[in-house]
């Protein structure tokens, strides 16, 4: 398992990766699922649950198979001034959307947890956790991972007028694994399930996908 010292060496890498590119107004953090998945939690109690993080990303991270949590992009649309997402997902049809501001109220520290592309494309992904202050996955991550300051990191932050801003450094996807249950019934209320259009397979891969071994810009 990669220790912290590991973490901090790709906390490096992928702070050298967005050096010297923008950023944009993110208004949303965005989870793409199935027509299923969405369906059986609307004929349950309305609660998306954790899952147990899986062996997506570098196999040797702390996360995989220790926390549970909920996946949601951060990504925004090409030269989006208004904090649009990206019209388009490879994890399913429907997309739920939520507040940024909303889901970071509820789990507002934020941890550095990986850097990482996939086997097959030149797409690099940076993963980081959300946990509510005390909790015992926030316990976990103090010891395994590193704190990011909302104000000062290059991935997501607040600017100085309190606006929420993500990178949008070229073929980076900043990934928020939110670590609380969430009861998704007031955002069905407001209209925030989507359907959506799907590139690639349309769906996650069971268990995950391991990360490229000998990337230049994200190995260790």
Known sequence: MLDQNDIKVLLRKATDYVK???????????????????????????VMNRILKDNTGDPGSPINGNISGLFFSAAVRYNSTSGDPIPFSPFGPVRLLVPAIELLAKAPKIYFADFYCMPCSDNHYV?????????????????HLVEL???????????????LQVTTAKKLY????????LDIKPYLKRGLLKDCETVGQGHSTPGGIPKTELCPFCSI
Not at 174 to 181: A, G, R
């Open 149 to 163: 300051e909302i104000h000062n990191n290059p991935f997501i932050f607040k600017d100085k007028s309190g606006t």
């Open 20 to 46: 010297g590119d923008g950023h944009a107004y993110c208004r949303w953090f965005y989870r793409n699922q199935s027509h299923g998945y969405f369906d059986e939690i609307r004929k349950s109690d309305g």
């Open 127 to 143: 993963t980081l956790v959300m946990t509510s202050p005390g909790s015992k996955t926030d316990e976990f991550c103090a010891e």
């Open 174 to 181: 900043v990934e928020m694994y939110y670590t609380e249950d």
